[in-house]
T-cell receptor, first 115, second 112 residues
């Protein structure tokens, strides 16, 4: 079946512009996660959606970052007034349900470059 | 989630077994041991997980020490496609935090 898809695969933007990154999770998966991976840094958690619960935003690095998940499916990560330090690969993952037990399926990522 | 320690890098020859170690000396009784790997230019993928007993699946085997303070991911016959960064992650049973906490992992190189 179809895996997690993300778009665009690459995005180059100028410093100060806003960007939107999209994630289509696996159908039927109630949990959705955003992570980012910077050069020289590991994978860091950004935000977690589980069903209709309020999202866990504890990983968002600043208030320039926000995300929404419409209809329990597609999610959009928005970065406002982008900075060069926002350059990274942004990864989306989904799982059948949230919590410790379910394996997470990752998309291929969106490579964001801020010039 | 408790912390894990892995070697930064390892090398293997193709067709030979690979043993990737992970230390987790502060593991609690409710922590599950999960392994993910990340192939070049791809998102991570699940490999295997276990609690106390050794586990096998089509990708790998997981050997867990009797005191659970360490574990070893075993690739029985390494292929070039197994070259990746391997992450050992602890996840707490019943924990409310759903996200994975990645360390630096072990970068595995496979020589033909």
């Amino acid at each position: 079946g179809a895996g997690v898809s993300q778009s665009p695969s690459n995005k180059v933007t100028e410093k100060g512009k806003d960007v939107e990154l999209r994630c289509d999770p696996i159908s039927g998966h109630t949990a959705l996660y955003w992570y980012r991976q910077s050069l020289g840094q590991g994978l860091e958690f950004l935000i977690y959606f589980q069903g209709n619960s309020a999202p866990d935003k504890s990983g968002l690095p600043s208030d320039r970052f926000s995300a929404e998940r419409t209809g329990g499916s597609v999610s959009t990560l928005t970065i406002q007034r982008t900075q060069q330090e926002d350059s990274a690969v942004y990864l989306c993952a989904s799982s059948l349900a949230g919590g410790f037990y379910y394996e997470q399926y990752f998309g291929p990522g969106t490579r964001l470059t801020v010039t | 989630d408790a912390k894990t320690t892995q070697p930064n890098s390892m090398e293997s020859n193709e067709e030979e077994p690979v043993h990737l170690p992970c230390n987790h000396s502060t593991i609690s009784g409710t922590d599950y041991i999960h392994w993910y790997r990340q192939l070049p230019s791809q998102g991570p993928e699940y490999v295997i997980h276990g609690l106390t007993s050794n586990v096998n699946n089509r990708m790998a085997s997981l050997a867990i020490a009797e005191d659970r303070k360490s574990s070893t991911l075993i690739l029985h016959r390494a292929t070039l496609r197994d070259a990746a960064v391997y992450y050992c992650i602890l996840r707490t049973y019943g924990g409310s935090q759903g996200n994975l906490i990645f360390g630096k992992g072990t970068k595995l190189s496979v020589k033909p």
